[in-house]
């Protein structure tokens, strides 16, 4: 390896940062194992037994041990295989909210070499049947309540509903045949399809190996903290959302006790911690926001509150610094990472780094970053702005069916994230802006083109575009500017309503401007910057 800088990780020779972590030691690629074995593997070195507390449903109180998930998953694992006759390379759409029971399935799918494709339950159908076209999955787990948006006739092994008394006997009821089913599974196999919204309006089906499970299993691992007793991790997060999708490995490689909320809703939140005597929160900056305004968090016992875990979007200096002063104790731990580095790929670490505000932290081991000038394609020096590349071990192999989008977004084993970042001479990571169009409504990617495209079909809208508008509680919100028909009287309330019939309520238009022209330059590309910027002039002039 070339010679680097110690301080900030970077190589003046190759103009590339390396991760300054103590190095991380990977099984050999090529030995077989499935993500859920290695996690189990890194879970044997806990210090307590299999008795303690693995999940607990925060509305019903019902606990499942780590014995208790562990022999669930086996089981289920065994009777998928026998008599529902899931197979090594078959995908499994699950479209379900947080609940114990998701988990476990994960771990029994990923056991058998079954790829992973879990979705958004409040998905309209028309958007699941394009997540289908882009997964091809052979069956599907849901519940009572959201499985009626599935196209049955699609799915070859049917419909499991995971609130039935069929799923419950599937992971309950052992066979003659072995608890621990035999499949191999290499580490370069498909383990998941999770789903990300791109630049260009089409969601897109980012393909996780066994592989970039277990290098991140292994970050988690190399993390590991000496506890008097476990810590216990409040999920607000979803478990279709990589975040969520991978703290599902972490709490069993840490041995950690998850407890689960179906649906978030702050008062519930706070109630929970109170009442599990809750150490850590995973949570999206929306939450740190709000609990660290006004009185919202009177009246509950939050003392046993050690730590926050906030990614899915940036949190701000002003949010964090509120938090503090109300929390001094608690520590916020804040992270870097897309769906397509499976999840957080740089973090904060210890007492020295969580202090600093307005970073993201460093690169996690093993891993490689460039900032590269979007101009000139050229890779900068530390302090200097550019695109963020990445290249480890965590990197997605791709977008599934998708390969305009892959020559784009991978190129020689680096990751382009399309995001405006720097990194210090100390080797910190600094978020700028988004070289990509999403907007982040509470953790959720919404992508203006969908929306843009949606407010084309409408009759009476000549011209649109779709912006992020920031906004306290969700970091941002969608805003449409639109350029009526002549003679229309179309109002805010007729777009609003008109967009709302169509898509997933995250990605509502909340604000409309009416306009005379939308700001294009001679390619025809929106200047979304200028847009933004009359629409801050427009709200502090209304001030």
């Known amino acids: 390896m070339k010679n680097f800088d110690s301080k900030s990780g970077f190589s003046s020779d190759s103009r590339t940062f390396h991760s300054l972590r103590p190095p991380v030691h990977l099984p050999p690629p090529h030995s077989p194992l499935s993500a859920s074995h290695y996690a189990l593997s890194l879970h044997l070195k806990s210090p307590w037994s299999d008795s303690v507390t693995a ?121 003659t045949k072995p ?25 897109k089906g980012v393909m996780l190996t066994h592989r970039n499970l277990i290098a991140l299993a292994a970050s988690y691992d190399a993390t590991r903290s000496q506890r008097e007793r476990p810590a216990v991790f409040l999920y607000t997060i979803p478990y279709f959302h990589v975040y969520g999708f991978t703290y599902s490995l972490r709490s069993v490689v840490l041995s950690e006790t998850v407890v689960l909320m179906e649906r978030f809703r702050m008062e519930k939140m706070l109630k929970a911690v109170d009442e599990f005597r809750v150490t850590h929160l995973a949570v999206a900056p929306p939450v740190v926001v709000a609990m660290a305004k006004g009185d919202v968090t009177d009246g509950y016992d939050l003392s046993s509150l050690e730590g926050i875990a906030c990614g899915a979007a940036p949190l701000g200096k002003d949010a964090a610094a509120a938090f503090k002063s109300k929390f001094p104790r608690v520590v916020i731990v804040q992270g870097y990472g897309l769906t397509e580095t499976t999840a957080s790929i740089c973090r904060t670490t210890g007492e020295a780094e969580t202090i600093k505000t307005g970073t993201t ?161 001679a390619g025809g590309k929106i200047l979304r910057k200028d847009l933004s910027k009359f629409a801050l002039h427009q709200s502090i002039s209304k001030l």
Not at 188 to 203: F, M, Q
């Open 179 to 203: 608890a621990v089913p035999l499949v191999e599974v290499s580490q370069s196999d498909l383990a998941a399809i999770l789903y990300s919204s791109g630049t260009t309006g089409k969601v």
């Open 361 to 521: 932290g460093k690169l996690i081991a093993g891993v490689e970053a460039k900032i590269v000038d979007p101009d000139t394609g050229l890779a900068m020096f530390p302090g200097q702005e550019g695109e963020l590349w990445l290249r480890g071990p965590s990197i997605a192999k791709g977008y599934v069916g998708d390969p305009e989008a892959n020559s784009a977004t991978f190129v020689d084993g680096w990751l382009r994230t399309g995001d405006l970042c720097y990194i210090d001479h100390q080797g910190y990571l600094y978020v700028v802006d988004r070289l990509k169009e999403l907007i982040k409504y509470k953790g959720y990617q919404v992508a203006p083109a969908e929306l843009e495209n949606l407010l084309h079909s409408h009759s009476q809208i000549k011209d649109a575009a779709v912006i992020p508008y920031p906004d306290e509680e969700a970091g941002q919100v969608p805003m449409a500017f639109v350029v009526r028909q002549p003679q229309s009287s179309l109002s805010e309330a007729d777009v609003i309503d008109f967009i709302a019939k169509q898509v997933s309520a995250y990605k509502k238009i909340r604000r409309v401007l009416f306009v005379s022209s939308i700001p294009k330059n």
């Open 55 to 175: 999940l607990v449903d925060s509305a019903s109180g019902h606990r499942v041990s780590f014995s208790e998930f562990i022999h669930s998953s086996q089981t289920l694992a065994s009777n998928l295989q026998s008599l529902v006759r899931l197979s090594k390379g078959d995908t499994a759409f699950v479209l379900s909210p947080n609940l114990v029971k998701v988990p476990i399935l994960y771990f029994a799918l990923l056991s058998l070499g079954v790829v992973v494709s879990p979705a958004n339950p409040i998905s309209t159908p028309a958007e699941i049947s394009h997540l289908f076209q882009l997964s091809s999955p052979a069956i599907a787990f849901s519940t009572s309540s959201t499985a009626h948006k599935l196209p049955h006739n699609l799915l070859r092994l049917g419909v499991i509903l995971l609130d039935s008394p069929e799923f419950d006997s599937l992971m309950t009821t052992t066979t």
